[in-house]
């Protein structure tokens, strides 16, 4: 190869190089199925403190991100009784009516856990959580580019091979607190991590998914995390989840 065929080889390489996204943080899942835990809560319940500070100590569980993956949506109908959650969507309250009408949960109430797609009412017997990993399900793998993109992949399993899902993806805060002016909680100062700030969802696609970075009102967490988890089409629960910090 003459000199001028290798500049412009090299040329070509770099071109080519810079149309490519570089990403700067690669997040990956377990081949066994990490378990998604779902809290319903809203400021306006004086039931919900409590549970929302339990679920700030799985911050410092062991097996977070690759064992356990904790969410907390608020709900929206508590905010014509006397305060309005900054955190509550109408989407978060209708996934948890959807959780009703699949008959996976019994009533809809706050606060209120979905574990692995099923009602979970360990935590008002203090019992523990079940973490055992025992369906291999696939890996799930998340190319992020921070404040751009993700690219979600799914490597299943045979018995999953050529299924059809839905990705979804969010971004939890952390260190978050609120002064609660009236409701319930009425000058209180209230705590939370887990919080799901942003909340999206593709259409039924087969392995492999692209996202727009989320937008997200609230600026003050001092941590954020990303998240992302499938699901079959027509039900809530999640086939294989991952996530992590973002920097």
């Known amino acids: 190869m003459n000199r001028w065929a290798g500049l412009l080889l090299f040329g070509g390489l770099m071109a080519l190089m810079a149309t490519q996204p570089v990403y700067s943080l690669t997040l990956q899942s377990p081949v066994e199925r990490v378990n998604l835990l779902e809290l319903y809560?809203?400021?306006?319940c004086s039931s919900c403190p409590p549970?929302?500070?339990w679920l700030r100590t799985l911050e410092d569980h062991p097996g977070l991100w690759q064992q356990l993956i904790p969410m907390a949506f608020h709900v929206d109908y508590w905010d014509d009784l006397g305060w309005s959650?900054?955190?509550?969507?109408t989407a978060f309250s209708k996934r948890q009516r959807d959780y009703r009408h699949?008959?996976?949960i019994n009533s809809v109430y706050t606060p209120g856990f979905v574990f692995n797609g099923d009602e979970w009412r360990g935590w008002f017997r203090r019992s523990p959580l079940d973490l055992q990993q025992t369906e291999r399900v696939g890996r799930l793998s998340l190319q992020?580019?921070?404040?751009?993109?993700?690219?979600?992949?799914?490597t299943p399993q045979p018995h999953l091979d050529g299924i059809k899902l839905r990705a979804n993806l969010?971004?939890?805060g952390f260190g978050l607190s609120s002064s609660i002016g009236g409701g319930e909680n009425r000058g209180r100062m209230l705590d939370e991590s887990f919080v799901v700030l942003s909340h999206s969802q593709t259409e039924v696609q087969d392995g492999n998914w692209r996202f727009k970075w989320p937008e997200?009102?609230?600026?003050?967490a001092k941590k954020l995390a990303l998240v992302a988890w499938l699901s079959r089409p027509g039900s809530n629960e999640p086939v294989q989840a991952t996530g992590g910090w973002l920097p």
């Not at 809560?41 to 306006?44: M, N, V, Y």
């Not at 959650?85 to 969507?89: G, V």
């Not at 992020?144 to 799914?154: A, E, I, M, T």
């Open 41 to 44: 809560t809203s400021h306006g």
């Open 51 to 53: 549970a929302d500070a």
């Open 85 to 89: 959650d900054r955190f509550a969507s």
């Open 102 to 104: 699949s008959g996976a």
């Open 144 to 154: 992020v580019d921070p404040g751009k993109g993700v690219v979600v992949q799914f």
């Open 170 to 172: 969010a971004i939890l």
């Open 216 to 220: 997200q009102s609230v600026k003050e």
